[in-house]
């Protein structure tokens, strides 16, 4: 008798493209800054991209806009997530515990550490102007940087998929 081996390979759509973009301002201001240089009109979601990670609730805000006439959808996401996380350590003595406290940074994307925030554009065209984009994004004064980010490269792509 034949046996049958079954290969399970994670089939993802990476059908959006994905701007990495360095920047120090807060998530507000490069949404406002977005919104002016490219013409959008990016507003915070109600509800924050949330993930619990070892106990700790992490949420990156998020930004979206739907062109419904160019059939595209734009999210700004944060990639960074500060918080003060707190530890108790026993000291062995009579008032045996010690609080300490100490920040904590969690990405969105862990390979891409340095990156500030992504913008993710999914759309139904084949062609988007991403060249145009970035150079538009790069004469941002407070952008210090912008590139497209290969999705198929990333281990943690699965982070970007929320529809």
Not at 123 to 146: F, G, H, T
Request: proline fraction near 2%; glycine fraction near 4%; aromatic fraction near 12%.
């Amino acid at each position: 008798m034949a046996n049958y081996k079954l290969i399970l390979e994670e089939d993802f759509n990476t059908d959006f493209s994905l701007l990495a973009i360095h920047c120090s301002a807060d998530a507000y201001k490069m949404a406002y800054l977005l919104n002016r240089y490219l013409g959008l009109k990016l507003h915070r979601r109600r509800t924050d991209l949330d993930f619990s990670k070892q106990g700790l609730e992490i949420s990156f805000p998020w930004f979206e806009f739907e062109d419904e006439q160019e059939y595209t959808t734009y999210d700004l996401l944060s990639n960074k997530f500060r918080t003060v996380g707190a530890r108790t350590v026993a000291s062995g003595g009579l008032f045996g515990e010690e609080d300490s406290e100490e920040m904590v940074t969690e990405n969105l994307i862990p390979e891409l550490r340095n990156v500030d925030y992504f913008l993710k554009i999914s759309s139904d065209s084949l062609q988007l102007p991403l060249r145009k984009m970035a150079q538009s994004i790069n004469e941002i004064n407070e952008v210090i940087s912008v590139y497209t980010v290969e999705i198929d490269q990333l281990k943690s792509k699965h982070n970007l998929i929320f529809d």
